[in-house]
């Protein structure tokens, strides 16, 4: 069994950053990715990046030089860095866990980009 709590989410304004938190609980087994991804109202969920134990980043095109993901593999933890974020990036953002041919979801964090 595994869980994934996530936090960090929120109101930003244009151009400001935010930092999301997700740690993993549970049989955790290496190697595995962590990553984030993001659905807006209406939309399909997409991926924002992921990072494999190993430290390989992903990121999708609209979020380069934006956004930093990052994890700490002795507390099981992947952070996303956002800045210069932009109301196009408002969505919950889901953080995801894949090991062993399984996937694994957090319960979703709100952000909300607008002045």
């Known amino acids: 069994q595994v869980q994934l709590e996530e936090s960090g989410g929120g109101l930003v304004q244009p151009g400001g950053s935010l930092r999301l938190s997700c740690a993993a609980s549970g049989s955790i087994f290496s190697p595995n990715v962590m990553g984030w991804y993001r659905q807006a109202p209406g939309k399909q969920r997409d991926l924002v990046a992921t990072?494999?134990?190993?430290?390989?980043?992903v990121y999708a095109d609209s979020v380069k030089g934006r956004f930093t993901i990052s994890r700490d593999n002795a507390k099981n933890t992947v952070y996303l860095q956002m800045n210069s974020l932009k109301p196009e990036d408002t969505a919950v953002y889901y953080c995801?866990?894949?090991?062993?041919?399984?996937?694994?979801w957090g319960q979703g964090a709100q952000v909300t980009v607008s002045s």
């Open positions: 995801n866990l894949r090991q062993r041919g399984r996937n694994y």
């Open positions: 990072i494999t134990s190993a430290g390989t980043a």
